[in-house]
C-alpha cells in the first residue's frame, strides 16, 4: 500500500508474519508528464555512470530519495558530501527526472520497481527509460549500444537511431521487473556491450551517446569519455569504501556459536 500524505512523502507498507517492512519515498517536488531515467548497479555498473554524467551534466537537483529496510545500513562520502544510495534528481530544462543508485540490493529488485511504477503513476510519466549493460563475449575496444522498447512507437524512435533491438538475451534486475510489471506505462531500455564486471566508462558512454540521440539533450560528447572514466574511478572508489565497511561490521558481529 502506497500513501502520498500532504508533506510530499510516499510511504509503502508491507506486512510480514514477524515485522512490518516500511519503504519511505520522500519528494520534494512533483514535476508533471516527466520521463524517467533509471540506472541501477548491474554488468560494468554502466547504469549508474551514466545517471550520475546526467545529474552532472543537465544540472540537476535532488529532490527525492528512497530509503527502505533491506538496504544495507551504509552511506558512502564523497568530496565531503553524503552520495545517497538511492537518490531522485529533476532537470527542469528537458523535464527529466533521474533515478541514481550506488548500491546494489540483490532480492528488492521487485521493490525497487514498484518504487518507479508509483513514482511514475503519481507524477504522469510519460516514459521510463532504463540504462543498462549487457555482458559480451567480444573483447572489442569498442561497444555496441542494442535497445529493447515496450511500444512500437518507440521503438521505431529508436530505429532511427541506427542501433540494433535486442532480440536475444536476459534481462535481470529492476529493468526485467518493470517489462513485467509496467501495464500501460511506456517503457524503454537502452543497453551497451561491456566487457568487464568493474565499472565501464566507455559502455557507460555508448549509453549516453544513444540516449542523447533519442531525447536531444545536447550533450558535448567530446569531454564525454573523460568525464566518464571520472566518474568510474569515483565508483571504484566507493564500492572500495563499501565493502571495506562491510568486511569491518562483519569482524565487529559477535559470535555466538563460540
Same mark, same amino acid.
Given at each position: 500500500m502506497f500513501i502520498l500524505n500532504a508533506n510530499r512523502k510516499l510511504f509503502k507498507l508491507t506486512f510480514s508474519k514477524n515485522s512490518l517492512i516500511i519503504m519511505e519515498i520522500k519528494l520534494t517536488?512533483?514535476?508533471? +508528464?516527466?520521463?524517467?531515467?533509471?540506472?541501477?548497479?548491474?554488468?560494468?555498473?554502466?547504469?549508474?555512470?551514466? @545517471?550520475?554524467?546526467?545529474?552532472?551534466h543537465l544540472k540537476t537537483e535532488n529532490i527525492g530519495r528512497v530509503i527502505f529496510e533491506d538496504m544495507p545500513a551504509l552511506v558512502a562520502l564523497h568530496g565531503g558530501k553524503v552520495v545517497e544510495p538511492f537518490g531522485i534528481f529533476y532537470s527542469k530544462q528537458?523535464?527529466?527526472?533521474?533515478? !541514481?543508485?550506488?548500491? #546494489? +540490493?540483490? #532480492?528488492?529488485?521487485?521493490?525497487?520497481?514498484?518504487?518507479?511504477?508509483?513514482?511514475?503513476?503519481?507524477?504522469?510519466?510519460?516514459e521510463i527509460i532504463s540504462l543498462e549493460g549487457i555482458g559480451s563475449a567480444d573483447e572489442s575496444t569498442t561497444s555496441r549500444a542494442?535497445?529493447?522498447?515496450?511500444?512500437?512507437?518507440?521503438?521505431?524512435?529508436?530505429? $532511427?537511431?541506427?542501433?540494433?533491438?535486442?532480440?536475444?538475451?536476459?534481462?535481470? #534486475?529492476?529493468?526485467?521487473?518493470?517489462?513485467l510489471k509496467r501495464e500501460n506505462l511506456p517503457v524503454s531500455c537502452i543497453f551497451a556491450e561491456t !566487457?568487464? $564486471?568493474?565499472?565501464?566508462?566507455?559502455?557507460?558512454? $555508448?549509453?549516453?551517446? @544513444?540516449?542523447?540521440?533519442?531525447? #536531444?539533450?545536447?550533450?558535448? @560528447?567530446?569531454?564525454?569519455?573523460k568525464m566518464a572514466?571520472?566518474?568510474?574511478?569515483?565508483? $571504484?572508489?566507493?564500492?572500495?569504501?563499501?565493502?571495506?565497511?562491510k568486511k569491518d561490521k562483519e569482524k565487529k558481529s559477535p559470535d555466538y556459536f563460540g
Open positions: 517536488k512533483r514535476p508533471k +508528464s516527466p520521463i524517467i531515467i533509471s540506472g541501477f548497479p548491474g554488468f560494468g555498473m554502466v547504469g549508474t555512470i551514466a @545517471t550520475e554524467f546526467l545529474i552532472e528537458y523535464n527529466l527526472i533521474i533515478v !541514481h543508485s550506488i548500491g #546494489g +540490493s540483490p #532480492g528488492s529488485e521487485w521493490k525497487l520497481s514498484a518504487v518507479l511504477l508509483q513514482i511514475a503513476k503519481e507524477l504522469g510519466a510519460r542494442f535497445f529493447y522498447a515496450s511500444q512500437p512507437e518507440k521503438a521505431r524512435q529508436l530505429e $532511427k537511431l541506427d542501433i540494433e533491438p535486442l532480440k536475444e538475451g536476459i534481462i535481470m #534486475g529492476v529493468t526485467s521487473a518493470l517489462l !566487457h568487464s $564486471k568493474m565499472p565501464d566508462s566507455k559502455a557507460a558512454a $555508448k549509453v549516453i551517446e @544513444t540516449l542523447d540521440g533519442y531525447l #536531444g539533450l545536447k550533450v558535448d @560528447t567530446k569531454p564525454l569519455l572514466q571520472q566518474f568510474e574511478a569515483k565508483l $571504484k572508489g566507493l564500492i572500495a569504501q563499501t565493502m571495506a565497511a
